[in-house]
């Protein structure tokens, strides 16, 4: 195994004490060698007009506008203009969820994913923007390409409590009246709620305009919930305990989780809302490069 992904894999960060030191070394293992957008290209919508220059490409001339007036202006697109990329990520309770006490929770992953997608944005010259939430919007870093955005992020992240109930359609509803922006959203979350709120949240953010990319988290023992001897099940978000008997539940358990999932991804591909799930044991750039593995073949 290499250093690099000693670095990334999610028991080695949750040895690292504090964000921003996972942060460095996601940066300095697979982050670092990453030049190419993984954005630019995809928009082929008008943005406006720019005056040539030397060498630019003729085929973006707008040759009705060079008839009308005389004048040389280019054609210039969406992708072409300045990105910007809001990371909108869950603090709920039921994003403190973690099976193994030697890797890292929902939120910690999360928190780790948005720090590094935040690093490819702002190493691309693009804007980020960071959004915490759970049934409401709690904090909002407004976007920004400067380097020092990375450091507000991170300090934003690290005061996350992670104590509210979590209402994502809610949440999705506030942002999309609030963003006065379009860009790339980046939802990161465990979507675990009411779907139809989901689903209604989601339409809102591509009425919009706004492109949108979903990274559904979840624990290992939620999708294949090992467990065999009673159990007393901790309720999160202000649910009751209940002590069970797994093997009397397990099959309607997997049933209903393979249901919601199933829910999710078609409710996103008809709203072409890129999907993806993710378990929190997958080694981050691992979960990158699908991610962007994704993206590059559909800009392509």
């Known amino acids: 195994m290499s250093a690099t992904s000693v670095q990334l894999d999610p028991t080695s960060l949750a040895k690292l004490q504090g964000l921003e030191l996972r942060a460095r070394y ?11 957008s993984p954005y630019r ?32 202006y280019l054609k210039q697109f969406e992708a072409e203009t300045n990105l910007v990329c809001y990371l909108l990520v869950d ?7 973690q099976s193994n006490p030697e890797g890292l929770s ?10 590094a997608m935040a690093h490819i944005v702002l190493r691309q010259r693009d ?27 991170v300090s934003e992240l690290e005061q996350a409590e992670g104590r509210g109930r979590s209402n994502l359609g809610a949440a999705l509803h506030e942002f999309s009246s609030r963003s006065n922006r379009r860009g790339v959203v980046i939802v990161l979350s465990d ?9 209604s949240g989601l339409k809102h953010l591509r009425h919009q305009r706004h492109e949108v990319i979903v990274m559904q988290l979840l624990d290992r023992a939620e999708l294949e919930f090992p ?32 249901e919601f999932l199933e829910r999710v991804q078609s409710d996103c591909r008809a709203l072409q809302i890129d999907y993806r799930l993710v378990c929190t044991d997958e080694p981050l750039d691992i979960a990158i490069k699908r991610l962007l593995g994704q993206r590059s073949g559909k800009n392509t």
Not at 43 to 68: C, I, M, N, Q
Not at 106 to 114: I, T
């Open 191 to 199: 979507l675990l709620g009411d779907a139809d709120a989901l689903l």
């Open 91 to 97: 603090v709920s309770e039921s994003m403190l969820y």
């Open 227 to 258: 467990f065999r001897q009673t159990t007393l099940f901790r309720g999160l978000e202000a649910l009751p305990e209940v002590v069970a008997e797994p093997r009397g539940v397990r099959r309607a358990y997997l049933q209903a989780v393979a």
């Open 41 to 72: 290209g995809h928009s082929a919508e008008f943005a406006e007009h720019r005056e040539y220059s030397p060498g630019d490409d003729l085929r973006y001339v707008d040759w009705t506008v060079f008839g009308k007036s005389d004048k040389v």
């Open 106 to 115: 929902k939120c910690e992953y999360a928190q780790c994913l948005a720090v």
């Open 127 to 153: 804007s980020v923007s960071l959004v915490t939430f759970d049934e409401q919007i709690r904090s909002w870093v407004r976007e920004s390409g400067n380097p020092t955005q990375l450091k507000q992020l």
């Open 26 to 36: 996601l940066v300095d293992g697979y982050l670092s060698g990453m030049h190419r």
